[in-house]
């Protein structure tokens, strides 16, 4: 097996981006299409508003995973914080990626609350996309710092 060089982990929030989007959504791994009735049964399924952060919660969420990154020796490459979602691009370390995914989404809803946010922010699981050579990383990490730059543009 190639060695993994880094990944790109994905994580939304809650409510927000469910199976059926137009926009596609994915599942064990896999890209889906739009599914219109899907959609609508997950919405009916909601326990509570959808999640969608402002731009001082993205500054939070930001602050709180690049400093839970620090306790696992983990370089973030690009980080994208926005309203319904974050993107990760990042070096491989020997952590299991769900520990990582955890102490990231648990440290930044640690943060939020500390700011005052109640609730669930985060939908169960996460995507992941592997990166076996560094033209994979680079790709992954230029995805994300223009999904960061079209959310945050500089001026």
């Known amino acids: 097996m190639p060695?993994?060089?880094?990944?790109m982990i994905t994580w939304t929030t809650y409510g927000?981006?469910?199976q059926g989007e137009k926009q596609g959504f994915v599942k064990d791994g896999i890209?889906?299409?739009?599914?219109?009735?899907?959609k609508t049964d997950c919405q009916k399924k909601l326990k509570r508003q959808p999640v969608r952060l402002e731009n001082n919660q993205k500054a939070i969420v930001r602050q709180a995973v690049a400093e839970a990154a620090k306790r696992f020796g983990q370089k973030i490459y690009a980080i994208a914080v926005c309203s319904n979602h974050v993107?990760?691009?990042c070096?491989?370390?020997?952590?299991?990626?769900s520990v990582l995914v955890g102490y990231y989404k648990n440290a930044a809803r640690k943060a939020l609350q500390k700011s005052g946010?109640?609730?669930r922010v985060w939908t169960?699981?996460?995507d992941k996309r592997f990166c076996f050579n560094q033209k994979a990383m680079t790709e992954r990490i230029k995805y994300v710092k223009e999904h960061d730059f079209r959310t945050h543009p500089k001026v």
Do not use: D, M, S
């Not at 060695?3 to 990944?7: A, L, M």
């Not at 890209?31 to 899907?38: I, Q, S, T, W």
């Open 3 to 7: 060695r993994t060089v880094g990944y």
């Open 16 to 18: 927000t981006w469910l």
């Open 31 to 38: 890209v889906r299409g739009r599914n219109a009735a899907l």
């Open 87 to 89: 993107h990760i691009a």
């Open 91 to 97: 070096e491989y370390v020997q952590v299991p990626i």
């Open 117 to 119: 946010y109640e609730g």
């Open 124 to 126: 169960k699981g996460y």
